[in-house]
């Protein structure tokens, strides 16, 4: 994991659950959420509530999960946007030739996200939409159940992330 994924589990004091997939995490957090809303599970003192990704992953690794905890009230937004105070983004599932939700000098450019033959090393940027592949989640992920889709909840969230970025970026590779 990332120096800032590390910063933010010891920033909101919860531990590291080691699972492998994005789709299979979200939908632990998802399940975890229904434990929450089932009484099964207290959410101040439950884990699973959060998962943050600031490494690549493409769209087919977040369509279905997303939908899935969507459908029970949770949200998958960009972590680009999360950081950014009122700001919700969602990746675009809109069939493209460019990657809809590129942003210029954001991402560093990596063997999974890159269109380019030979990758720069050390890493770079991508500078040019072209240099990118379409389906790549390039800004970051937060996901979160529907106990945390409230104000306080995205609130205290978006705190946690915030102070953890400011002691260790976001990858965003």
């Not at 080691?18 to 884990?47: C, D, F, V």
Request: proline letters at 5%.
């Amino acid at each position: 994991i990332s120096p800032f994924v590390d910063t933010l589990i010891e920033e909101l004091e919860v531990p590291r659950i080691k699972a492998g997939g994005a789709g299979n995490k979200m939908m632990m957090l998802l399940q975890q959420s229904i434990s929450i809303a089932n009484r099964e599970a207290e959410p101040k003192t439950s884990h699973g509530h959060l998962y943050i990704q600031d490494r690549g992953v493409s769209r087919w690794d977040t369509c279905a999960a997303e939908a899935c905890l969507e459908a029970f009230g949770g949200q998958l937004l960009k972590l680009t946007e999360f950081l950014d105070e009122n700001q919700d983004g969602y990746y675009s599932y809109l069939a493209s030739q460019t990657n809809l939700d590129f942003i210029p000098d954001t991402a560093n450019l990596t063997k999974y996200n890159s269109n380019l033959q030979d990758i720069p090393s050390p890493a770079q940027k991508a500078q040019d939409v072209c240099e990118v592949k379409t389906y790549a989640n390039l800004c970051g992920l937060v996901a979160f159940g529907k106990e945390f889709n409230t104000q306080e909840g995205r609130k205290y969230l978006r705190d946690a992330i915030r102070n953890a970025a400011a002691i260790n970026p976001p990858s965003l590779d």
